[in-house]
Nanobody, 120 residues
């Protein structure tokens, strides 16, 4: 079993920065993609950013130029640096890892979510 633990959420004023981290533990073979999603009240969960094992990034247009995703394969962690935060970035942020197991099976794991609140 794999567990993901997120940290770094909180309250910040508009224009400020936060850094989210997500660390995996447990029976980890290798990790393919790492990603961050967010869900605001009354809205569907949406992709914020993802990064493959080869370093290819996918960024939501709404955060392009403000957020940066990175990963540390040795530590099985993913980070999301969020700069120039806006009130519309307020949401619960979830990390997700696609873990490659035996016989090349792939399973998606999710963190518990961390609240990010941006005040105007």
């Amino acid at each position: 079993q794999v567990q993901l633990v997120e940290s770094g959420g909180g309250l910040v004023q508009a224009g400020g920065s936060l850094r989210l981290s997500c660390a995996a533990s447990g029976n980890i073979g290798s990790i393919n993609a790492m990603g961050w999603y967010r869900q605001a009240p009354g809205k569907e969960r949406e992709l914020v950013a993802s990064i493959t094992s080869g370093g290819r990034e996918t960024m939501s247009a709404s955060v392009l130029g403000r957020f940066t995703i990175s990963r540390d394969n040795a530590k099985n962690t993913a980070n999301l640096q969020m700069d120039s935060l806006k009130p519309e970035d307020t949401a619960v942020y979830y990390c997700t890892f696609r873990v490659i197991g035996r016989y090349n099976s792939q399973s998606d794991y999710w963190g518990q979510g961390t609240q990010v609140t941006v005040s105007s």
